[in-house]
């Protein structure tokens, strides 16, 4: 909201000085236009960046299912920990709400651990029974000490918010060693099986 209420502020104060300078001043409105046109390239690249943020890209290319598994494949070769994934071939179309839900939030929780877990394994798990889409995320590492000092932290907010946003539920669970979170999210009965 910042950067752009900042960029767009620049513009309006570069269109009029465009404005006030054209007849005067023609040199000092050609570099007056081209700062606007930086500026627009940059909001152009931020709301691209935001966007990203709010929709995975792999999403529509390549569907719920094959994005977690590229999404812990890559995570593994990053972090050097090693993730597990079963994920149930279930044949659903998924809302884009529902689909992205799921994807960030174990991209979230990835990050956690990652950050703070000092776990050796991780377990990413999705499936669905009895119109209930179910995804567990559990590591042998630190367990909920760690997550008790990180609770006031906006990934695991906005972990609970997407979840909450869908009439779901989430659950962090002291899994002895690790932590196991816990997502159950009601399917709306119009979804294709």
């Known amino acids: 909201h910042d950067e752009v209420g900042q960029a767009c502020t620049a513009l309006r104060i570069e269109a009029a000085y465009i404005l006030k300078s054209a007849h005067s001043r023609p040199e000092a409105a050609v570099a007056a236009a081209h700062r606007i046109d930086q500026s627009t390239l940059r909001m152009h690249s931020l709301a691209r960046d935001m966007l990203k943020r709010l929709r995975p890209p792999n999403l529509d290319s390549l569907g719920l299912e094959a994005s977690l598994r590229e999404l812990c494949q890559s995570w593994q070769q990053h972090c050097r920990i090693e993730c597990h994934t079963l994920i149930d071939n279930m044949g659903l179309v998924l809302s884009d709400a529902c689909a992205t839900c799921l994807y960030r ?89």
């Open 105 to 193: 939030v174990t991209q979230e929780a990835l990050t956690n651990i990652a950050k703070h877990a000092c776990a050796t394994q991780v377990w990413v798990s999705l499936s669905v029974d009895r119109r209930i889409i179910t995804l567990t995320i559990t590591d042998n590492g630190n367990g909920l000490t760690q997550l008790h000092t990180a609770t006031q932290g906006l990934g695991l907010v906005g972990m609970r918010e997407r979840v909450a946003s869908l009439q779901g539920r989430i659950h962090f669970e002291n899994a002895q060693p690790g932590l196991r979170i816990h997502v159950q999210i009601p399917l709306p009965e119009e979804v294709a099986s």
